[in-house]
């Protein structure tokens, strides 16, 4: 990628992510082009460079939010842990990109019913596939005797619901700092299914058979 094509990439995510602000506090229907671009500095037609209308930024929240999730799991899955600590790393990591893009997240969380049918389509197609990832972490840790035989899509459900409603709550001036509120959440979420397996982080088959 070329020094303007950098530049031009992280214009456009300062364009959603100032979006993403005004509709979490505004309302997808109150907020204004105009007021996105007054967020940024920008001139209205700074915007309309980069997007037709309101609902192309509406979906970048949602497209953004669901890349940088998939994008998150892509690197812990790559570190090779047992899916006992898979599933907590992804619980921490998914807890800390909702506390770093709060309004970005707030908004894809809570907006989804008012993207167009060309749009839901591909948010949804990414929404199942980041659900369905968690899910073969459950069952694989089932496989392995590592998670106990539980319902896989009920597990998802719980864990994801539990996660995400954090970003109607969280406020960085809270008391607890987000690393504690991941952890807490990762730890009480994760070690139920684990009861009566073998210790965290280990096979079925016990320490000889080394990672996985």
Not at 83 to 90: F, H, I, N, Q, T
Not at 125 to 136: F, L, N, P, S
Not at 194 to 204: D, I, V
């Amino acid at each position: 990628m070329s020094f303007r094509q950098e530049r031009a990439a992280e214009r456009k995510a300062n364009i959603i992510r100032a979006a993403a602000k005004v509709f979490s506090e505004k309302g997808y229907h109150e907020a204004t082009v105009e007021e996105i671009a007054r967020e940024l500095r920008f001139t209205k037609g700074s915007i309309y460079y980069y997007i037709n209308r309101k609902q192309d930024l509406l979906f970048e929240c949602h497209d953004l939010a669901m890349t940088m999730l998939l994008e998150n799991l892509d690197q812990i899955e790559a570190s090779g842990l047992a899916p006992d600590s898979l599933l907590k790393e992804a619980i921490r990591t998914h807890i800390g990109i909702i506390a770093g893009e709060l309004h970005l997240l707030t908004v894809a969380l809570g907006s989804d019913y008012l993207l167009e049918d060309e749009y839901a389509r591909v948010v949804i197609q990414k929404r199942d596939a980041y659900e369905a990832r968690i899910r073969d972490i459950v069952r694989r840790g089932i496989e392995r005797g590592i998670f106990r035989p539980v319902p896989e899509k009920m597990v998802v459900f719980l864990l994801l619901g539990a996660v995400n409603s954090i970003s109607r709550w969280y406020s960085p001036d809270g008391p607890l700092p987000i690393e504690e509120i991941a952890g807490f959440y990762a730890d009480y979420l994760v070690d139920p299914l684990t009861a009566g397996g073998p210790p965290q982080g280990e096979t079925a088959a016990g320490s000889q058979a080394g990672n996985v």
